[in-house]
């Protein structure tokens, strides 16, 4: 396998070693990633892209530590995460992974603030809660939701939850963020104002984004794309991102 480093020999924020994943079906064994072996440099922002059924969400659920491989590893930041003990996997994708769903997957009985929140109350250990509460306004004041901190779920629009979702992900300042068709639910407008302030807030806290997307439009502001086809990886290409996101 041959790993990207960044500069100076900076160990690299997250490697891929031999990853399979199968599935049994009734009678059949199902392989959905055949052996897939890459690296990501800490700070890049790279896209996985490829039709439904390559692979791409279920390598984004492995990279997360939200399901096990039937081979190979995931490494975060240096831990090794893919054979560990759910609490202290637990324990390392909270300090470590913030997460965007397509679907939000906000809770409907918290509101916006206490959504954003949630996060910082499960996994800190300082016991400042008002650290906390100041971290969640200021995400939410930067992705323009000042006015529905008190609001629950039901009463936003689309594009707003994803706000919010887009929020939560950064409470923790983790050094990796990962999204799964993040604008996937929105419109057109909804969905590059969602991106705008992913790219943005990434660029401000300095994490690693992964991107899963169908979307080459959404894909041209990455500095690299590595592509799926049938569970492999088919292309690991860098690139100049989108003039409008330099």
């Known amino acids: 396998m041959q790993v990207t480093e960044a500069a100076d020999n900076i160990p690299p924020m997250i490697v891929v070693e031999a990853l399979r994943k199968s599935i049994r079906t009734g009678t059949r064994t199902v392989e959905i990633l055949k052996g897939i072996d890459f690296s990501i440099p800490r700070g890049e922002f790279a896209a996985i892209m490829g039709a439904s059924g390559s692979g791409k969400s279920t390598l984004l659920g492995l990279l997360a530590g939200l399901d096990s491989p039937s081979e190979g590893?995931?490494?975060?930041?240096?831990?090794?995460?893919?054979?560990?003990?759910?609490?202290?996997?637990?324990?390392?994708?909270?300090?470590?992974?913030?997460?965007?769903?397509?679907?939000?997957q906000l809770i409907p009985t918290l509101t916006a603030l206490e959504n954003v929140l949630l996060p910082y109350e499960l996994n800190d250990e300082s016991g400042n809660r008002k650290a906390g509460l100041d971290r969640a306004r200021q995400l939410l004041v930067s992705v323009g939701l000042e006015d529905r901190l008190d609001h629950y779920p039901v009463q936003l629009s689309g594009g707003e939850q994803q706000r919010v979702a887009l929020a939560r992900a950064f409470i923790l300042r983790p050094p990796i963020?990962?999204?799964?068709?993040?604008?996937?639910?929105?419109?057109?407008?909804?969905?590059?104002?969602?991106?705008?302030?992913?790219?943005?807030?990434?660029h401000a806290e300095g994490t690693t984004l992964v991107l899963v997307t169908h979307d080459p439009a959404l894909a041209a502001h990455a500095t690299r794309v590595l592509t799926m086809r049938d569970g492999l990886l088919v292309g690991d290409v860098q690139q100049v991102p989108s003039a409008a996101h330099l």
């Open 73 to 104: 590893n995931v490494l975060l930041n240096g831990t090794a995460i893919s054979y560990l003990a759910e609490d202290k996997l637990a324990q390392v994708r909270g300090k470590t992974i913030g997460f965007v769903f397509q679907s939000y």
């Open 177 to 202: 963020v990962l999204a799964d068709e993040p604008t996937g639910n929105l419109d057109t407008t909804n969905g590059q104002a969602v991106l705008d302030l992913l790219l943005s807030l990434n």
